[in-house]
């Protein structure tokens, strides 16, 4: 775990936009709350090279919505530059013995580079070993690995995103209440720094008790399970941190259920894909961390065309992030967030 703090959260990239987002945060909490606009095209679409190149990209859960769109921008950028793409999905995150094999199919079809989003942190951690030693450079993005030869480590901060989750709960709260946290997936970089961040934020407040906290595959159905579980056990919980967006989707509905009505309970979560923006609008969740997961796919590709060109390449690369509430929700670039309407992945 120490080896993951130093390599996802201390480091200088973080602090400057730690620093970026407590601006964001500021504007959201104490004006009429709007989206933050941040530098989209920190990695520049370079011009498209006169050889055709083969870019293999490994997704972790397509039943995902992030993941679809993420995918969306990868194939797009790809398209855009003139590369062909190979395209897995390994269908769970736990999926680590199909996503293995996955690699070792893209390594033998001899792929130009490959981009990998790992369904754990240590997913496919030999067969990095291996494309690396076959010439074939890996990009990391979004859930990051700890084999040190992956290039870009291209994703949302999320230290930060748990960090503002607890600063839009304790504030909701007046700094006092019950909160559980329903984490996601185990052994996740993403999900372990979100609930690491809310953590040493709400820990400033003494009258904040974290009456529960389960990590749990990120599904509607282990949302609302484990929210009607809590609600038997606590006669009073006043909160929600939720580290995706399925599962605070499965807490609302639950909590609807019990005949509560929007607000009665402080929901936060990451992502905003369409069902959640409704839930959004409608009250239910109160704030959601939006990521951009089409621009880490096309960051990825330009990464990866970087390093197929020789080019130098920053060693960390966060994407933006954005507050959303129902005050807010028609302010933000749904093209860094969502695929276009209809569009399905090339598996």
Request: hydrophobic content about 45%; proline content about 5%; charged content about 20%.
């Amino acid at each position: 775990m120490n080896n993951m703090k130093n390599a996802y959260q201390d480091d200088a990239g973080r602090k400057i936009m730690t620093r970026l987002f407590r601006i964001l945060g500021t504007l959201l909490f104490f004006c009429a709350g709007t989206a933050w606009a941040a530098d989209t095209e920190l990695i520049k679409r370079p011009a498209k090279p006169t050889k055709s190149y083969t870019i293999g990209v490994l997704e972790p859960n397509m039943a995902i919505p992030h993941f679809v769109a993420q995918a969306y921008g990868f194939v797009d950028e790809a398209q855009k530059l003139g590369m062909k793409v190979i395209m897995y999905d390994a269908g769970e995150h736990k999926n680590v013995a199909k996503q293995v094999s996955q690699m070792e199919d893209l390594i033998a079809n001899k792929v130009d580079v490959i981009a990998i989003v790992p369904g754990t942190s240590v997913t496919a951690m030999a067969q990095i070993d291996q494309a690396v030693a076959a010439g074939i450079p890996v990009v990391n993005v979004n859930i990051m690995s700890e084999n040190q030869k992956v290039i870009g480590r291209i994703r949302s901060d999320d230290y930060e995103i748990g960090r503002l989750q607890g600063e839009f709960i304790a504030k909701a709260l007046k700094g006092k209440g019950n909160v559980v946290m329903m984490n996601g997936v185990s052994g996740n970089s993403a999900f372990i720094n979100r609930a690491k961040g809310f953590q040493e934020y709400v820990a400033k407040y003494p009258g904040i008790k974290i009456l529960s906290e389960q990590w749990t595959p990120n599904a509607t159905d282990r949302g609302l399970k484990l929210m009607e579980d809590w609600s038997q056990t606590f006669p009073k919980i006043d909160a929600v941190f939720s580290g995706a967006d399925r599962l605070a989707i499965g807490a609302a509905q639950a909590l609807r259920a019990q005949g509560k009505k929007p607000g009665d309970v402080v929901i936060t979560t990451v992502d905003y894909n369409d069902d959640t923006e409704r839930f959004v609008r409608e009250g239910w969740i109160s704030a959601a961390m939006a990521q951009s997961p089409v621009l880490m796919g096309r960051w990825g590709v330009r990464v990866a065309l970087a390093a197929l060109q020789k080019q130098s390449i920053p060693e960390k690369l966060f994407t933006p992030n954005f507050v959303m509430t129902k005050d807010n929700a028609d302010t933000v670039d749904l093209n860094l967030i969502r695929q276009p309407k209809g569009w399905r992945p090339p598996l």
